[in-house]
């Protein structure tokens, strides 16, 4: 397979494209719930699963692109994924009700979960090991400017077109995304047939969608009480349980779980959990904590998240060449401290604090992603061998959105608790709220002190494996 830097960086761009406008679709579409509930006539209920369904599409799709990849080749795959994304905005431009526009989304979600963990598997293919912390770094760059400017583009068309408007926007990007990589991409002979894991496919979708379905209603602690969350919760987790089981004994299984052996591998997955828990539960509580708390405006809120990701997007580059160059631990570590500090500084927020003085903490913030959340998944991934890539992001990609649900979820209860506890000792709504924040921050950053030692055993692990290549194949 050729790897000169100038086929490289076609690859690179022909990957960025689909994937910027998967991420830039779903944060731009978020800013339309109000309208679709005004033009359907629709409840928040309803709009909600123009999200929900998405995510849980893509979530139950991802199991299945290590084996398609494998028997057809990753540049049909992941073109199949983009033409299906394609489909799918076609269908939202077109749709004439709610129900319309919720499959739409559907088949957008189904399409992301074949193309998102090809990417990585796609670009790594295209570097040697020692560059491909680079191509990572300018490829999370872009992953996480998108969902930063998603927003601001969904509100622009919204502002002078039509909600149809966020649909119609990923055709031209698609397109071109589709002409570059059928010209760039390269085609891999098809595998040897293997037979496909039915068992494993029908637990891996039913335990991953029961599991993500039902977390996806839960915001209070009575919420998990409730039989139509908690029956499909039980579903879903013994299904998972089963499927691991199954899939540790099956000849020829859907998910190769082997690649948890590989002690790298291992602890970036855990890594990635921990860090997309803080990351997610920053996106829950920052809004709580500036609109609740301190009374600053939804848009204020959006301002300075955007300091997060263009943070986060400037350092994600510079990241991925320090650790193509240097053991990385280093640059986790540094990312690791400057998200511990950031959380400490948000958790000690006040009414008197000056917005820009809340930029800086959240710019900060992005610096420690940067700096510690890619590089982590990377680390531990940019060694496997090239036909186990795609396989193990997608069970990161998996871990990471099923922590991340879990993390949601612990944190709505505990601010649901504790605010009704000081509520009922006669404090105000702000002064109970702030109280819960305040704590709620500081569970994050020791969450996020957690995760220091875990990245020094990943850089050992890392450096004293011999030879990756050889832990498995398909």
Known sequence: MTRTPAHGSKVLFSVLLGTFTVSLNNSALN??????????????????????????????????????????GRKRIYLLGLL???????????????????????????????????????????????????????????VMIAPAIGPTVGGLLLEISHWRALFLMNIPFALLGLLCGYRYLTTEPSNQPRRFDIAGFTLITLGLGAVLFSLSWVDTLADLLRFQIITPLIIGVLALLSFVHVERRHPTPLLDLSLFTHQGFRISVVLACLQSVILFGCILLVPLRMQNALGFSPLTTGVVFLATALAAAACSPVAGQLIDRYPPQWCMSIGLIVTIVSLIGLGMLTPATPVWVIGAWMGMRGVGLGCAYLPATTAGMKDLPESSVAQASAMNNMSRRVSASVGIVALSIYYDITVNAALNQGATYTEASASSLHQAFFALACIAALCLPLAWQLGRAIQTTPDARTICSQ
């Open 31 to 72: 800013l339309a719930v109000a309208e679709l509930m005004t033009t359907f006539n629709a409840s928040t209920t309803q709009v909600s699963w123009v999200v929900t369904l998405f995510m849980i599409t893509m979530g139950m799709t991802m199991p299945l692109t290590g084996y398609l990849a494998g028997k057809f």
């Open 84 to 142: 299906g994304f394609l489909a799918g905005s076609s269908l939202g431009a077109m749709a004439q009700s709610l129900n319309g526009i919720i499959l739409a989304r559907g088949v957008q979600g189904i399409a992301a979960g074949l193309m998102i963990p090809l990417s990585l598997s796609l670009i790594f293919s295209a570097y040697p090991s020692h560059q491909r912390g680079r191509a990572s770094g300018i490829w999370g760059a872009a």
